[in-house]
């Protein structure tokens, strides 16, 4: 079956412009869960979604970054006003258990972005 | 809170060789421990996972890890080494119930010939 997915892959932004991430994760599963990863680190937890409601967005780094899934399924990482050190691979995990997310996540293969 | 100390943050070993990647955790509740494994440019898999069940967890690709809670320990082991192993190896914890997995910095795999 499909994983999960996201794109684009690759993003080169100029300082200050906006950005949009997309992720679809494996069909059905409620739970989705968004992780920035800088060079050289592990990832890092930004926001989880349960369905559509956004239940924890404490990882996100500043008002800069805004994250939705309107329908349940489809997810999109918003990153207004662009600056260097926003440059990171942007991972998608989901998963069918909710409330227990951490108990297995199925992760995509990320979005690079780099601002220049 | 939860956290992950990962030992070395490059591990050169021979090919054939024991493998052994250290991790060490800590959690204010009982955790969920986890390995990924990440190889260029691609998303992470999951290797295995603790979840308070047996201690010596058995994962994918001859992979096992033990977890000790005396040491607040949960090391990767694999008997011998393969050239696609070479990745990029991460710990992870998490509490039951909690929504997120906090990583460790992660550990590079290099497997010499």
């Known amino acids: 079956g499909a994983g999960v997915s996201q794109s684009p892959r690759y993003k080169v932004a100029k300082r200050g412009q906006d950005v949009a991430l997309r992720c679809d994760p494996i069909s059905g599963h409620v739970s989705l869960f968004w992780y920035q990863q800088a060079l050289g680190q592990g990832p890092e937890f930004l926001t989880y979604f349960q369905n559509e409601a956004q239940l924890d967005k404490s990882g996100l780094p500043s008002d800069r970054f805004f994250a939705e899934r309107p329908e349940g399924s489809v997810s999109t990482l918003k990153i207004q006003r662009t600056q260097q050190e926003d440059s990171a691979v942007y991972l998608c995990?989901?998963?069918?258990?909710?409330?227990?997310?951490?108990?297995?996540?199925?992760f995509g293969p990320g979005t690079r972005l780099t601002v220049t | 809170a939860q956290s992950v100390t990962q030992l070395g943050s490059h591990v050169s070993v021979s090919e054939g060789a024991l493998v052994l990647l250290r991790c060490n955790y800590s959690s204010s509740v009982p955790p969920y421990l986890f390995w990924y494994v990440q190889y260029p440019n691609q998303g992470l898999q999951l290797l295995l996972k603790y979840t308070s069940a047996a201690t010596l967890v058995k994962g994918i690709n001859g992979f096992e890890a033990e977890f000790k809670k005396s040491e607040t320990s949960f090391h990767l082991t694999k008997p011998s080494a393969h050239m696609s192993d070479a990745a990029e190896y991460f710990c992870?914890?998490?509490?039951?119930?909690?929504?997120?997995?906090?990583f460790g910095k992660g550990t590079r795999l290099h497997i010499l010939p």
């Open positions: 995990a989901s998963s069918s258990i909710p409330g227990q997310g951490a108990y297995e996540q199925y």
């Open positions: 992870a914890v998490s509490g039951r119930g909690d929504d997120k997995i906090i």
